[in-house]
Each structure stands twice: as structure tokens, then as C-alpha cells.
């Protein structure tokens, strides 16, 4: 058992953590989530204590054996991963392999180094390291980053079967529903960040917080129109008190005493109906205004008739340099309404396709005919810019012919307001990069959306505006992905999984397994 309680801390002489409180019993399940920045990351150090708190108390059970496996790998690459896995523990080959298979790793050499491996790889071999220490506990600070959609099974599977306690920081809704049995957020409040408690999976905490939002709203609304009226009945005698006694002194009357006397009465029952007030919202319980996270919302304009062909893929292949060709001979049409999605392990071609459908590449055989109405909305796996010298605003209105204040209205949906929007492009993070690229498909009024990875290095709030967006769309999609919850959201209607350089199609995510077999 791990207990955090009343956690404090604070940066800079102001409260970031206000107060933190759960307890993660081992055979527990709990998917800790909150925006980008709200700690998520300094709570797990917190707990392996390699952050300091200013209060409260973390305590864990003597019995207790944590993994911890952070968010960003500090490793030595030059180690091969033989030396990796024995650097706890003294193993043989067959054990370490035991071990990958749980992560759906085999056949690697183990004299291999870990430079030659992908982020995926890694992670996964990180994670079956932490395996050898038999832990109780599992703290992973997004262990899906990185992950193909073979590799989130994996994980998926491993997480649901571990017997013991797991505290799951992750942005992949889909592994907080399969596998939370409690879900934590940490809030943000005008005095600093709170933890609230929500039983079962995220879909549940979801539907619990969007009732108690409006529960919230309502109850605000009629304790502040008490607290009005009460201040109102307090100011009028305060007032009428204030005038007998100033008429009082003036002699107005000639029972100035009564007036005097009645003045004094009048003021002590106004300090007793506030205090009245103050006992009320003590027991009651001062009801706060509900604090709204700052969140993106917007949408594409782009449309195209449902019946419109807006692509022809014909018989296109693609070899690479070393003459491996990914891509085989692949066929099919886009039309106007089509929302389509690609999926396959990473390094299979899934992007190198995407580019041929833009026109960056050109295919080794074979063709593409796109209707001459359709315009392309393309957002890379990878964002970069050419000149990062220059301003966010410089950047968006460099290729897109709309007014200043229609450009700056745009940028402003997408919480590029004011100063942010004289930010240089050197200054922004991964997930902003993201936003300014989607800020100038919205501004170009694509009705083809072309998206790789569009959800990586973005928060679930930013990610569900997306969704909106998508869903309401009213031109064509193909989209790369890896985020299955995402997927269900847009309401994709046709999948295509790539293996050995051919498309498999499908149409339903719960067959993803028996087409990946």
C-alpha cells in the first residue's frame, strides 16, 4: 500500500500542489490524469522520493517493491541489452527473455545495443527490465509514448494481468478504460492544484465529472444569489442605522435617544444576520465557481459532396533505398464523406504512404488521381519548421490569404492570444508546434484532411477538441493513428491494418487482434 497524504508543494513562493490525497493498494489500478503541466510527472517522484514535499506525508507499506519507469529514459546507449537487464541483477539469457516476451518482444539478440533500438523498443524493454526486481507496485509515467499499435496490445495485456498495484499516468484513453479500477485527477484551483477520487474507468469518471460540473453550476448559482440577498438585507440596515444616527446627532428630533438607541439596535442586527451568514456557509460549505481549464475549440470548414470521388489509389508501390519494397500494389477510392484509418506496427510504410497521398514522394509504381475540387489538410508525423527564428504570427500568415484580424482570430482559438502569439517557433513545445499546424488547416478551409499521428504530445482535453472538430467535419479523412478511443470518436467507418507491404481492410477496432495475427 501507498498512502499520499495532504501533499504540498509549491515553486517559486507559490502553491502548486495544494492538496494531494489517495491511497494505491496493491492489486489496484489507478489512471492518474490531469491536463499538460498539472504535476502528474513531480507526484511520481514524489513518491520514489526523489522530490522534496514542503507538506503532508507519503508512506509505503515495508512490504512494498516500486518500479518506476519515467517518462523520458535516461540511459546508457552504448550498453548492449544484456548489460542493461544485469545492471540490478544477476540473470541468464533465457530469463531476460522471458521477460521481453511479457512486452511481445522475441527473437532479439541481447548483444544488441540500445542505440540501434526505436523509442517503441525501448520503452518496452525498460518496462520488462523493471520486472526483474519482482515489484509490487508499477508507477509508469506514460509508458505508451513511443508504442505502435502492436505494442500498446502488448502493454494493454501485461497491465490487465499484473496482481499487483499499478498507478498509470497516460494520455491513451482506451488503456485507462480496459484497465483503471479508479481513476485520480489532478485539478487545477484558483489556490493550486487538488486531487479528486472517482471510482471504476475513465469513461465513468467522465460521465460522473460532466454531472457534477452541472450539479456544481447550479448549486454555485443559488448560494450566490443567498449570499446576495443576505448582503443586501445587512447593507439596508447598516444604512437605515447609519441615518437614525445621524439624526440623532443633528437633533432632528427631540427624542434623540430613541433614535440613537434604535440606530445601535438596527447595526447590532445587521453584524448578527452576517454572522448568521458566516455560521450558514460554514456548515453548509462555501460552494467555489467552477475553475475552466483553458481548452482550444474550434472547427474545419472544408466540405465535399458525399458522392464525389476525391481520390483514385491505383496499384501504387514503393521501394526503399536498400530496395525493400513496403508498399504493394495497393488499391482503392476516397470519397467525399470517407473517414479511413491506417494502422500497423511502426517502421511499415504507414507514413511513407501518407507523404505519396500529399505528393512529397513519388511511388515507385503506379499512381494517384485526385479530383481537381479536393484541397489537402496535411499535418506530418513530425513537425518542422524552416525558419524558427520566426513569431507564431509570422509563421501562420506566411502562406494563407485572410486578414490580420481573421489570421489572429484563428490563432486565438487555438490559445494563441496576445503575447503567445509573438512567441518564437524555437520557443514552443511539440504539442503547441501541433496546434499551429492544425491552426493553419483550419485557416486554408481543406476539405481532405491527411493527419499522421495527430494526437501525439497533446493532453485529453486537447485531443477531445480535435474530436469535436473531426466529427462535425464534412469532407474526407485518412488518418494515421494509433489511439483507438480516438478513433471511435470520429466515427471512422473503414480501417486498413499495413502488413508485409499489403492493406488489409476491416471495419470494426474490436477485429484489430485476429487481422494483426
Known amino acids: 500500500m501507498i498512502k499520499i497524504e495532504n501533499i504540498r508543494k509549491s515553486f517559486q513562493g507559490k502553491d502548486f500542489f495544494k492538496d494531494i490525497s489517495f491511497i494505491l493498494n496493491r492489486g489496484e489500478k489507478i489512471g492518474l490524469v490531469g491536463k499538460n503541466g498539472s504535476g502528474k510527472s513531480i507526484l511520481l517522484k514524489i513518491i520514489i522520493r526523489e522530490t522534496e514535499i514542503d507538506g503532508g506525508q507519503v508512506l509505503t507499506d515495508k512490504n512494498e517493491i516500486i518500479g518506476y519507469l519515467p517518462q523520458i529514459l535516461e540511459v546508457d546507449l552504448e550498453r548492449t541489452i544484456r548489460?542493461?537487464?544485469?545492471?540490478?541483477?544477476?540473470?541468464?539469457?533465457?530469463?531476460?527473455?522471458?521477460?521481453?516476451?511479457?512486452?511481445?518482444?522475441?527473437?532479439?539478440?541481447?548483444?544488441?545495443?540500445?542505440?540501434?533500438?526505436?523509442?517503441?523498443?525501448?520503452?518496452?524493454?525498460?518496462?520488462?527490465?523493471?520486472?526483474?526486481?519482482?515489484?509490487?507496485?508499477?508507477?509508469?509515467?506514460?509508458?505508451?509514448?513511443?508504442?505502435?499499435?502492436?505494442?500498446?496490445?502488448?502493454?494493454?495485456?501485461?497491465?490487465?494481468?499484473?496482481?499487483?498495484?499499478?498507478?498509470?499516468?497516460?494520455?491513451?484513453?482506451?488503456?485507462?478504460?480496459?484497465?483503471?479500477?479508479?481513476?485520480?485527477?489532478?485539478?487545477?484551483?484558483?489556490?493550486?492544484?487538488?486531487?479528486?477520487?472517482?471510482?471504476?474507468?475513465?469513461?465513468?469518471?467522465?460521465?460522473?465529472?460532466?454531472?457534477?460540473?452541472?450539479?456544481?453550476?447550479?448549486?454555485?448559482?443559488?448560494?450566490?444569489?443567498?449570499?446576495?440577498?443576505?448582503?443586501?438585507?445587512?447593507?439596508?440596515?447598516?444604512?437605515?442605522?447609519?441615518?437614525?444616527?445621524?439624526?440623532?446627532?443633528?437633533?432632528?428630533?427631540?427624542?434623540?435617544?430613541?433614535?440613537?438607541?434604535?440606530?445601535?439596535?438596527?447595526?447590532?442586527?445587521?453584524?448578527?444576520?452576517?454572522?448568521?451568514?458566516?455560521?450558514?456557509?460554514?456548515?453548509?460549505?462555501?460552494?467555489?465557481?467552477?475553475?475552466?481549464?483553458?481548452?482550444?475549440?474550434?472547427?474545419?470548414?472544408?466540405?465535399?459532396?458525399?458522392?464525389?470521388?476525391?481520390?483514385?489509389?491505383?496499384?501504387?508501390s514503393f521501394s526503399l533505398r536498400s530496395r525493400k519494397e513496403i508498399l504493394k500494389d495497393i488499391n482503392f477510392e476516397i470519397f467525399g464523406k470517407d473517414r479511413i484509418s491506417l494502422l500497423g506496427p511502426n517502421g511499415v510504410g504507414k507514413t511513407s504512404f501518407v507523404k505519396i497521398l500529399f505528393g512529397e514522394i513519388s511511388p515507385t509504381k503506379g499512381k494517384i488521381k485526385f479530383n481537381p475540387n479536393v484541397k489537402i489538410g496535411y499535418l506530418p508525423q513530425e513537425i518542422i519548421f524552416k525558419d524558427y527564428q520566426k513569431t507564431v504570427f509570422e509563421e501562420f500568415e506566411k502562406d494563407i490569404k485572410i486578414s490580420e484580424n481573421e489570421a489572429r482570430r484563428i490563432l486565438g482559438r487555438f490559445l494563441f492570444s496576445g503575447e503567445e502569439q509573438k512567441k518564437q517557433l524555437q520557443d514552443l513545445s511539440i504539442g503547441e508546434g501541433r496546434k499551429l499546424y492544425?491552426?493553419?488547416?483550419?485557416?486554408?478551409?481543406?476539405?481532405?484532411?491527411?493527419?499522421?499521428?495527430?494526437?501525439?504530445?497533446?493532453?485529453?482535453?486537447?485531443?477531445?477538441?480535435?474530436?469535436?472538430?473531426?466529427?462535425?467535419?464534412?469532407?474526407?479523412?485518412?488518418?494515421?493513428?494509433?489511439?483507438?478511443?480516438?478513433?471511435?470518436?470520429?466515427?471512422?467507418?473503414?480501417f486498413y491494418y499495413l502488413k508485409q507491404g499489403y492493406f488489409k481492410e476491416f471495419y470494426y477496432l474490436k477485429d484489430l487482434e485476429k487481422i494483426m495475427s
Open 83 to 316: 548489460a542493461f537487464f544485469l545492471e540490478d541483477k544477476k540473470i541468464e539469457d533465457w530469463q531476460i527473455k522471458k521477460f521481453l516476451a511479457k512486452l511481445g518482444i522475441s527473437n532479439i539478440d541481447l548483444g544488441r545495443k540500445l542505440k540501434g533500438l526505436s523509442s517503441g523498443e525501448l520503452t518496452k524493454i525498460a518496462l520488462s527490465r523493471l520486472l526483474v526486481k519482482e515489484p509490487t507496485i508499477l508507477l509508469l509515467d506514460e509508458p505508451t509514448n513511443n508504442l505502435d499499435i502492436k505494442g500498446m496490445l502488448y502493454l494493454q495485456k501485461f497491465l490487465f494481468s499484473f496482481k499487483g498495484g499499478i498507478l498509470l499516468v497516460s494520455h491513451d484513453r482506451w488503456i485507462l478504460d480496459k484497465i483503471s479500477t479508479k481513476i485520480v485527477v489532478i485539478q487545477s484551483t484558483e489556490e493550486g492544484n487538488i486531487s479528486k477520487i472517482y471510482p471504476g474507468n475513465f469513461s465513468n469518471y467522465q460521465r460522473i465529472r460532466q454531472k457534477e460540473i452541472e450539479k456544481e453550476g447550479i448549486l454555485y448559482k443559488l448560494q450566490q444569489k443567498r449570499i446576495k440577498r443576505i448582503e443586501k438585507n445587512v447593507k439596508e440596515r447598516k444604512e437605515k442605522a447609519e441615518i437614525l444616527d445621524r439624526k440623532a446627532k443633528a437633533g432632528l428630533t427631540q427624542d434623540g435617544r430613541y433614535l440613537l438607541s434604535k440606530g445601535g439596535k438596527m447595526a447590532k442586527g445587521a453584524k448578527a444576520i452576517k454572522k448568521r451568514a458566516e455560521r450558514f456557509l460554514e456548515s453548509e460549505g462555501k460552494i467555489n465557481k467552477i475553475y475552466k481549464e483553458k481548452k482550444f475549440e474550434f472547427s474545419f470548414e472544408g466540405f465535399l459532396e458525399k458522392s464525389q470521388r476525391a481520390a483514385k489509389i491505383e496499384d501504387v
Open 438 to 494: 492544425l491552426a493553419k488547416i483550419v485557416a486554408s478551409r481543406a476539405n481532405f484532411l491527411l493527419l499522421d499521428e495527430p494526437t501525439n504530445h497533446l493532453d485529453i482535453l486537447s485531443v477531445e477538441a480535435i474530436e469535436k472538430a473531426l466529427f462535425q467535419f464534412k469532407g474526407a479523412i485518412f488518418i494515421v493513428s494509433h489511439d483507438r478511443y480516438f478513433l471511435e470518436n470520429i466515427g471512422i467507418e473503414r
